[in-house]
């Protein structure tokens, strides 16, 4: 029921907003601001993230592991993102982002659980960390700069995972832990509209589906994929400051075999997760 509430008000939020979004880069500057000008932006959000599904596998002989049923992700998490922008003339926007996602819960197992080779007994307390912060570098380019109303821009990202995942006995006794970093390329759009002198709507989108072997140029047989996109409506308080309502869904994971150093595990995983994320936030232009 949790899960259906959340995905309802997702949607009617789509249907409410007259547009897409995202940094609304004309809604940030003047119309007649000069094209050779840089200017700089930081964002913020905080919120909170909902589980709606989350499952991983450790080991070709572990079992696939229900977070949100099984691990304790069945109630809401902190979430905060942070970035800085960059306008270079009125077409070229860099981006630099910070988004931690660390999600600690604990749970009592039903049943009997294997994670790289190591088995949870039904009726252990196991405590569950999911520790899977990421920066991101964006460039776009925008394609409507005469239009003062309506932002259209394309580009990519490169994102660098930094994963650590590990389940513990609560006595002590049971731990293992898998941890690894490593780049992940994207496309990304954002658009945005005027909706008045105040408002503003907002939709931004970075993701990719692809084998990872073949982006990264490794012999390992790894498919991964994610989305991260958004939609906004936001308001400008004043000349330097904006302030909004934000809506996410955060998806991703990947499945294959890791051939480097992947003690105590055999290299085999499968891990994918769904988030929606609630936040407000601000935009303070320096």
């Not at 099984?70 to 270079?88: C, H, K, N, W, Y």
């Not at 259209?152 to 389940?167: C, Y």
């Not at 049971?174 to 992940?184: E, I, K, S």
């Amino acid at each position: 029921m949790r899960k259906r509430s959340l995905l309802l008000c997702f949607a009617l939020l789509l249907a409410l907003m007259p547009g897409s979004f995202a940094s609304a880069r004309k809604s940030y500057t003047e119309p007649n601001s000069d094209s050779s000008k840089i200017q700089f932006r930081t964002v913020a959000e905080l919120g909170f993230v909902s589980v709606l599904a989350h499952k991983i596998q450790l080991g070709n002989n572990g079992t696939y592991f229900d977070y949100v049923n099984d691990g304790g992700q069945d109630v809401l998490f902190p979430a905060t993102r942070l970035s800085i922008e960059m306008d270079l003339n009125s077409r070229n926007t860099f981006i630099l982002l910070y988004q931690p996602l660390r999600i600690e819960s604990q749970a009592v197992l039903r049943n009997d659980e294997i994670f790289n080779g190591t088995i949870f007994p039904g009726s252990t307390g196991i405590k569950c960390l999911y520790n899977f912060p990421f920066y991101r570098f964006s460039y776009l380019r925008e394609l409507t700069v005469d239009n003062n109303n309506f932002d259209f821009a394309i580009g990519g990202s490169l994102q660098i995972r930094n994963a650590t995942i590990s389940f513990e006995s609560t006595d002590g006794v049971l731990f293992t832990a898998n941890r690894g970093t490593g780049p992940v390329p994207a496309l990304k759009i954002r658009s945005s509209i005027k909706l008045n002198k105040c408002f503003y709507s907002e939709f931004e989108a970075d993701g990719m589906y692809a084998p990872v072997s073949y982006l990264n140029g490794s012999d390992n047989e790894i498919v991964g994929a994610i989305l991260d996109a958004s939609l906004r409506v936001g308001a400008e308080v004043n000349t330097l400051t904006n302030m909004f309502l934000n809506v996410r869904y955060l998806g991703g994971g990947a499945t294959g075999t890791d051939t480097g150093d992947v003690w105590p595990g055999d290299g085999y995983v499968k891990n994918w997760l769904n988030i929606f994320n609630v936040s407000v936030g601000f935009i303070l232009k320096l």
